[in-house]
């Protein structure tokens, strides 16, 4: 990897360890540079079995040609194919062709890139700055430039195992009764759930980090009592600052010059939920310090996940644009002309209010050890860099702590210390099959923990639909329903009892899987490398190039949810020799056979998901509770396909037990006695390991390792 | 089928003979009536396999289960997954369970269906009036209830030949220059092309019915000249004449009353294109006579086609709206109160002047032999009387004439008449998808003629997702390339060579077939039965039933189009035995191969299509030309897979052929001399027939029809 450096870049945080030697001003490999006054422009020709990987957060599918796309975050509630830009921006992508190439561009403002849609063969990228670094990197291995990009980014951020439980949210649960009764649903009907979220209306008049008293009265022992039941309760932080005097966060932010300003130096207003705000800046270390302290009140009362929203920072509309419109409509009063309005041209212009690119522009940040900048210069850090202040906040109060921590927007190396949920999606059969993809994209980008909003969050969701997204969600990191004001309700008990009994036994799948998929996430975020995978990842046939509707888990699953209406099955195409197909309806009904690989069409009912278990891996379940903590640690249902000698190694005594082998399902039997272990395996159904406090890895006759699973914290 | 009338339904046209007999205000069959008020509700209970079809122009799949729907004609430009209603409606369901069902509601106005999406085995139909007509139909084969509707609301409209050429349009080619250097461009690439298209900036300041003399000097002979060249030249026209003193249409409409009314009588004002108009009332046959006359002018010239768009009809504002909200900004500026209007609130209502129902509500229509009539309640009529004034002049005067008509608007009854085209999409790889499902479902409601704009109306159209859209559109009857203004132009020639190269080949694969995709058009038209149709139209095996990404065409064919980006093959289904599989690159290259029903997975490159023809089915190609006139006649080369001992008759002398089989493609040559053929069968690669004026059948040995192909007129 080799860092270029043009002109002097801001410092955005993303590259913690800058490579000490770096080449100046000068041409990147096989990149054709342009540099005008303005902008750089990188041009390169693609072959054409050239497919482009990379951008996290973007819209398009895992090969990005034929796309344009846009690094500028933004709050954007139609994820239509038109839209350039997401909430997200990492610019970073690789290029796997016959000597692979990755380039990670760390600029925070916008960035184009056009690959392949004005000129199939041509990938052009231009960069509206002429101060950037540009990493590069070339590797027989595309995926050393995946997991070398991670790494150069800080790594991945590691969520609490709570957090892999099943999160019921709404627009809203506007006071403590809603809540209580939603978390009582969950117990009553045993359907296993370990958050409840609280989305804006929490706060007293949208103010951020406060809390309405009259919904929520006593809200500490409000807090302690869903604790009691097993809850997490997870409030949502936006960024905008309510202008209100006596308000003690506006004060203080006001005091101590935290805002963003404009131009002249004043504090910029915004328009969000609160009507007129100011909006820190996150980029001065002293305004992260203060804010990550404000959650310290949250956190006192036991509160352990937060869930930041509107940071892109999104706009409704500024002072300054609705005076530019009440200054027109006066004159036209002032000449009694209001008849002569174009209503057509104010339509237009009042519909531009929103996140509008002239309001970025007006804003000025002042980040340390560097001259005021435009904010628009280093837009897509503002999300990131809130977060970062959490972040900072809970490592250093509580270093031994693993906090739920969430953002709408995010920048590259972001990954490292928040995860991402995928914004505004809808209720639409085209949103759960672009969740797959985006699962893909951002495990790419190095965001392991992140997810969509199960059953989407606008529009109205009927059963089929929901039921389909839950079956996906089992292998999202991030397992929330929610859904928006004035949408139909997507509680899994809105629906009709069939539907209810579906959902509930594809949530204690869930939970059944949960510490084998924990331990998974825990072992891929070590390596920097993605959890969620396109099949070419690990296999090299041409076939799974473009396979973008099928991923896989961890080191041992390959999952093909369906994500058409009214089918009751798929085509599914599985690389390699042979797998285990589980067509699951339920953890307890675990019915197993072999099927070669190759092309399938598979039933897959309503009841059922598909699940492939690799040849020579294999799965733990666990007996599902009502969430998380309440997992027994001391029993495991192991499930695989062993076709070769194997061995058991455990940790705690690295003995290594007897080869074993079978085409069967194995039945492993450990009974612990002090330090001793007895372990006995059978190729039947079912494996059950009397399992505490230890690590246990099964490794082939060649010593690899086929499954690793840990005592889980 | 029964009829069953409630109340006093209003004429819609859409059933020209009724039955005599009909059950006034009885329960239908097996569905639970509920009448109140103002409505009517049907209830139906779904069996978990029953599938539910028909709705014509409508969102979402084939299979209507899981959504709801709305008929009410809309102007639409965002085809996104939410929207309830397009510009059609054809509220006719078929519900194919184990005793299949229809239902044509013949009520012009609101109907909600709700299939199975609020509760997912319940149809409930909500009709917004106590006054309508209801067919049943109880069949053992649901085909025979779609033929049946067909039949009863008067069969299918017939295109000229010529209509199945490629069509190139664009909003706009606003003056003769520009139409003539798109001409020309296709006759030296050397890429068919039959029509061009004048969007709306051709008329005098988007007056109806007139030509913006400056821009189209001498029209006459332009028209002609383009003839010459072999090119339609194909004007739209709208139904919102402008509000003009001394403009002709507008005089004559005023002067007769011929326009649809406010409640108290004048005449309604509804801003479109041309500004303020008068919308003409098609409900009277004075003024749909007086509208049929008025596209003679055309005529004369020599113009046979016509597109008529904005009839739902489109509604950009009303005076009444505009004046609602210039009295509130009066009132706040009369108080100096203008800082206090809520822009948000003004967005919104500024939004709401689009299409609105109060409007459309606001609007009276007086049909003949009827009381007034307020326009909400025939609302879905206007579009298809709009055709019916066009189609009953030319039938009156050129009886023996075929015309082009298609209109964006529709009503069942409507597809007697015209076709349609599907309104603005847009460059997206979803909306291909889209119009596969479609084609379909508007050929289930008899709209054979009809197909989606190709490339994408709206949004910017890249080189891969139009070579796939084009290969699609060979097989779509209506065969139209359009693009919007501020879009990327979309032209075959506008992207790189490889892509003009493919294009071409695409397009001259569709003249090598035309004449038969014409006679087969001819043929299944005559039969009231969709030429496009869902795999299990034919074939009865439960695959078939899921499959909404692949269709027959005709008697002979499956196609199955690429619709990813970035695939070079698809998964495809065959039904039945045996298939020969053409992947077909251009019309010369016919090298096919004998491939097995069951699941594929079919490389299909860039430049190649996946074209299957059924086993002892003939399909018939011709040397492509320029445009449809030029095509030789006497030339066939006929391919297909004879597996059986097979016939061929010429009904010229009624003669039986002998009896011939193979594997192989075959070759027939047929000499004609005098009323003498000579012909010779070989089971080898080409076919050729001298030909003329003849219709060829060839029968398998049990005397079932194989192919039929006619002298195309």
């Known amino acids: 990897m080799k860092l270029y450096r043009f002109g002097k870049p801001v410092e955005t945080g993303a590259v913690l360890e800058k490579p000490l030697k770096f080449l100046q001003n000068e041409e990147i490999a096989t990149f054709k540079l342009k540099q005008t006054k303005d902008s750089l422009i990188l041009r390169y020709h693609l072959h054409k079995d050239d497919v482009v990987l990379g951008l996290g957060e973007q819209m398009g599918g895992v090969n990005k040609r034929g796309r344009k796309y846009i690094t500028y975050n933004t709050d954007i509630p139609e994820h239509t194919p038109d839209k350039l830009s997401l909430y997200g921006s990492h610019p970073f992508i690789i290029i796997k062709g016959r000597y692979p190439e990755g380039l990670f561009i760390d600029y925070p403002g916008e960035i184009i890139f056009d690959i392949g849609f004005t000129t199939k063969d041509i990938l052009e990228i231009t960069i509206t700055s002429t101060d950037i670094d540009v990493y590069h990197w070339q590797d027989v291995y595309w995926q050393n430039i995946i997991t070398g990009y991670i790494k150069l980014t800080g ?68 807090v302690k009592k869903l604790a009691d039941d097993g809850f997490h309760l997870i409030p949502i932080i936006d960024p905008g600052v309510k202008i209100e005097d006596g308000y003690p966060v506006y004060e203080e932010g006001k005091k101590n010059k935290y805002f963003c300003t404009d131009a002249k130096g004043d504090d910029f207003e915004a328009a969000v939920w609160p009507g007129l705000t100011h909006l820190p800046d996150f980029s001065k270390e002293a305004v992260r310090t203060w804010w990550g302290n404000l959650y310290e009140e949250f956190i006192k009362l036991g509160i352990e996940g937060f869930w930041n929203d509107m940071n892109e920072p999104a706009i409704f509309y500024t002072n300054y644009q609705k005076a530019e419109v009440y200054q027109k409509l006066q004159e036209a009063a002032a000449d009694n002309k209001i008849e002569e309005i174009d209503l057509i041209g104010l339509q237009w212009q009042i519909r531009n209010f929103h996140n509008s690119r002239e309001d970025y522009q007006s804003i000025f940040q002042h980040p340390d050890n560097s001259n005021s900048l435009c904010h628009d210069k280093i837009h897509n850090l503002y999300g990131a860099q809130m977060a970062l202040a959490f972040s900072d906040h809970v490592q250093k109060h509580y270093p031994d702590k693993r906090f739920l921590i969430f953002s709408r927007s995010s920048y590259s190396g972001s990954q490292r210390y928040a995860g991402i949920w995928y914004g505004d999606n809808k209720s639409w059969w085209q949103h759960l099959e672009m969740n797959i993809k985006m699962l893909i994209n951002c495990n790419l980008a190095g965001y392991l923990y992140s997810g969509a909003d199960i059953g989407g969050f606008g529009d109205n969701c009927q059963a089929e639909l929901l039921l389909r997204w839950l079956q ?242």
């Not at 978390?183 to 406060?210: E, H, N, W």
């Not at 675990?590 to 891996?617: S, T």
């Not at 190729?683 to 890895?697: G, P, S």
Request: one cysteine or more; hydrophobic letters at 40%.
């Open 155 to 222: 790594g991945v951020y590691i969520p609490p195992k709570w957090a892999f439980g099943y999160q019921q949210c709404r627009w809203s649960y506007p006071d403590a009764n809603s809540v209580t009764e939603i978390a009582s649903r969950f117990r009553q009907l045993g359907i296993p759930c370990d958050a409840i979220y609280l989305d804006i209306d929490y706060m007293q008049d949208y103010k951020v980090f406060t809390i309405n008293e009259e919904r929520f009265p006593d809200f500490d022992k409000f």
């Open 472 to 713: 996906l969600g089992v292998f999202s990191p991030l397992f929330r329903n929610h859904s928006a004001i004035h949408t139909r309700r997507q509680e899994l008990w809105e629906y009709d009892k069939e539907t209810l009994n579906i959902s509930r036994n594809i949530i204690r799948l869930r939970y059944s899987l949960l510490p084998w998929l924990y331990s998974q996430f825990l072992e891929f975020a070590s390596m920097n490398t993605p959890l969620i995978q396109p099949l070419f990842w690990q296999y090299r046939d041409d076939r799974c190039q473009q396979i973008e509707d099928e991923f896989i888990y961890g080191s041992s699953l390959l999952i093909a949810p369906v994500y058409q209406p009214n089918a009751t099955g798929r085509n599914v195409y599985l690389p390699g020799k042979k797998w285990l197909l589980w067509q699951a309806r339920s953890w307890e009904e675990r019915k197993m056979q072999v099927i070669p690989a190759g092309d399938h069409y598979l039933e897959c009912p309503l009841d059922r998901q598909l699940i492939f278990i690799a040849e020579n891996k294999l799965i733990a379940l666990q007996e599902p509770e009502d969430y998380v903590d309440q997992i027994k640690p001391d029993t495991l249902f192991i499930t695989g396909l062993v076709t070769e000698s194997a061995s058991i190694k455990v940790l705690a005594d690295q003995g290594k037990y007897p080869a074993f082998a079978g085409i069967a399902v194995l039945e492993i039997n450990v009974e612990r006695n002090g330090i001793d272990f007895k372990i006995t395996i059978k190729t039947v159904n079912r494996e059950l390991l009397q399992w505490q406090n230890l690590v246990f890895e099964l490794y082939n006759g060649q010593g690899n390792l086929m499954v690793k699973h840990r005592k889980l914290i």
